[in-house]
């Protein structure tokens, strides 16, 4: 989820486009840059970390122009370090691009720019396409014809903006998937593109915003639009848009938290890019896993680490890995393990679940893992963070960056990683076979429609979150696959609402839980139709004998079930080991519909911190 700004006029550019990064930085980011253009000059000063090191980098060495494109990134291919921050620029150093996104196929678009003797100064899949438009532009093409003829070669961009001594006082934008926004701003003798409205809501409130499949050519004196598979001219509304600075980082939602469950699709979708290869229906990881596959059929034993939410994934994760590729898989709590003295054996691998990489506990847990001669692997989000220091393999989440204390696009997308590492680890050991294996892919692949469906549901969520906003305390019930559903669905109501809430596997109610039950407590129960569907139902019948209130989670498919609860939530239908994906999204709305109704902070709930850095 990087930050684009741009800007073309009579201005100095340089302090318009820092300004306009900085409206952006909620988006999250570890490095960032600036490209000027003028006088037959381009420069660009990049740096990482935050932008205040930019900022003294542009103090040590100023540069200025009127006309100019300015990067946030958020690192996806190639750790976070100057020479990977954008903007990247071609040999001659003449034109410049920015880029939002992931480009699957730059390893075959590169190899021939090298064989050609282009030079590459970074490891990013973006610098693949400034050389491509080097090629066009030699050609005598304008920056518009360039971009045209080379966008429709990118697999799974996003958005791209670009300027070049070539074509001056130009920029040239292109939003080519759903995911990358971009946004066109109407000043006076001045236009501005951005990739959010934060960045341009100060210089104007008119703006047009591209649809997948079309490029804005911007200069000073007006903005013309072009559909990027035949370049036609398109027509584009211009807007009054009258929103403030805070609801427009929210893209209008109330909240980030609501904000970062909707993205859901794109991240799932993002999580499965360029994760599977065409041709052998392997599962296979970017170049940060390293772990052979004589290593995997080596392995013994897996321990998987995580806190807080990120601990109910590690526990889906060992059902998933020992039913596929049949590993022994034990779950611990990172401030439990640390202290315990445990006992490492050879060829043991320790999985750490972490969205920050910087949760101190979880880091503790690694590093006595590592230290008693672990090979330590890191599912994170953020790039750059300890834990991918620490860790010798690392899989991304690719969520973009999760602001709300409480997780759910990086919970998902945990999720979604596990599934695809135990197809993995099966696919290595020959525990899963080939038609298997294809049907699991082909459930993830069709998963984003399911999630967006699913979140067709929410006004009926909400409704139930608000029936139900006053009790004082919630019994999450699940079996087998949902079983860590529950417990993450309890802990988000937890942190959220403050009432209390506890999550159990179902089959322990008979052992104590069932004192519990009575009409004063609602018991949200887990019963999709799989393997564990008839001991649930059994489950939700013994807690409405004893007067319990049931909200139950059922299959879309289910009609058995009508009559059987008091309030019936549909998930859709996908196969058992993906469903806590799917199970888990009307668990966080519920929780961020009550605690919204009790007037809590839900971004920030008290008490908490998005990543406990500090003992
Ligand atoms: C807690 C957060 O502080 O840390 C949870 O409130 C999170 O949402 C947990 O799951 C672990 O954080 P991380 O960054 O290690 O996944």
Redesign the pocket.
Known sequence: MCGIVGYVGSRDATPLLVNGLRRLEYRGYDSAGVAIQENGGLEIRRAEGKLDNLVRVIAERPLSGRSGIGHTRWATHGRPSEQNAHPHVDCGAVTAVIHNGIIENFHDLKAPLVEAGHRFSSETDTEVVVHLVEQELAQGRTLDEAALRVLPQLEGAAALAFISVKDPGKIVAARISNAGAVIVGYGEGESFIASDIPALLEHTRRMSFLDPGELAVVTATGVTFRRLEDGAPVEKAVQDIQWDLVSAAKSGYKHFMLKEIYEQPRVVSDTLIGRVERESGRVAFDDDLKLTDAQVKGLRRLTLL?????GYAALAGKYLIERLARIPCDVEIPSEYRYREPVVVPDQLVVA????G??VD?LAAMQEAKRQGARLLSFVNVMGSQATRLSDDVIYLHAGPEIS???TK?YTAMLVDLYLFAIFLGQRRGTLGKEKAAKLLADAFHLPTLIDALLQEEPRIRALAYRYHQARDFLFLGRGMNYPTALEGAHKLK?LSYSHAEGTAAGEMKHGINALIDESLPVVAIALQDSTYRKMRSNIQEVRARAGVVIALASDGDEEIEGQADEIVRVPDTNELLSPALAVLPLHLFAYHVADRRGNDVDQPRN?????TVE
């Not at 995580?306 to 990120?310: I, L, P, V």
């Not at 679940?353 to 920050?356: G, H, I, M």
């Not at 908490?608 to 406990?612: F, G, I, N, R, T």
């Open positions: 995580g806190c807080g939410t990120a679940l972490t969205q920050s910087e949760t979880t204390v409480a997780s990086a942190e908490l911190a998005k990543s406990v």
